[in-house]
T-cell receptor
Framework: DSGVTQTPKHLITATGQRVTLRCSPR?????VYWYQQSLDQGLQFLIQ???????AKGNILERFSAQQFPDLHSELNLSSLELGDSALYFC????????????????FGPGTRLTVL | AQTVTQSQPEMSVQEAETVTLSCTYD???????LFWYKQPPSRQMILVIR??????QNATENRFSVNFQKAAKSFSLKISDSQLGDTAMYFC?????????????FGTGTLLAVQP
């Protein structure tokens, strides 16, 4: 158990609908990352938030948006869903490790499996 | 932009044998990290091993070790004494050191099957 929680575990919806995926980072982690894993695109970075502010954007569609709240949990909103949006969506949170080779180690949640019918 | 390439979509190894998974990457950065992540059937992403680009010594973690060739931009994973629990998808990943973001860039993965 990484300490990162994601809800729901599974989500089945129809094309054109809107869904919200939720992520709670590990206690004390300020950064949250969203990744999408699909058969077509592989595992790709979508967006990063740090302490409530957007830090970086990857290949995130305009139909998708995210935010990080004051309690540091994050939500990924997917709208006008298409069949191709079916994927496993991961959230990760990070903490800077200590020592001379410190870096931001990312801890992944269990993912939300989205199926668009 | 950085890219990560894993040219072996699937591999198979006998239990107790050794297997090597390949990864190459492309970057103009000098300081970065490389990782191998394991994704078992549960779909959880598990960090296996990490390598700092500025370190010449190859990282090892128990039965897992890497062969890091910075000039060749190659980063292979060796699994010794393979166990049934090693059956999983393995992803090679790149992270730039410093900068505004620490996003991971993943390869397409290698599906490893350990046969009894």
């Amino acid at each position: 158990d990484s300490g990162v929680t994601q809800t729901p575990k599974h989500l089945i919806t129809a094309t054109g609908q809107r869904v919200t995926l939720r992520c709670s980072p590990r206690s004390g982690d300020l950064s949250v990352y969203w990744y999408q894993q699909s058969l077509d695109q592989g595992l790709q970075f979508l967006i990063q938030y740090y302490n409530g502010e957007e830090r970086a954007k990857g290949n995130i569609l305009e139909r998708f948006s995210a935010q990080q709240f004051p309690d540091l949990h994050s939500e990924l909103n997917l709208s006008s869903l298409e069949l191709g949006d079916s994927a496993l969506y991961f959230c990760a949170s990070s903490v800077r490790t200590s020592g001379p080779s410190s870096y931001n180690e990312q801890f992944f949640g269990p993912g939300t499996r989205l199926t668009v019918l | 932009a950085q890219t990560v390439t894993q040219s072996q979509p699937e591999m198979s190894v006998q239990e107790a044998e050794t297997v090597t998974l390949s990864c190459t990457y492309d970057t103009s950065e000098n300081n970065y990290y490389l990782f191998w992540y394991k994704q078992p059937p549960s779909r959880q992403m598990i960090l296996v091993i990490r390598q700092e680009a500025y370190k010449q010594q190859n990282a090892t973690e128990n039965r897992f070790s890497v062969n890091f060739q910075k000039a060749a931009k190659s980063f292979s994973l060796k699994i010794s004494d393979s166990q049934l629990g090693d059956t999983a998808m393995y992803f090679c990943a790149f992270m730039k050191m410093g900068g505004a973001t620490n996003k991971l860039i993943f390869g397409t993965g290698t599906l490893l099957a350990v046969q009894p």
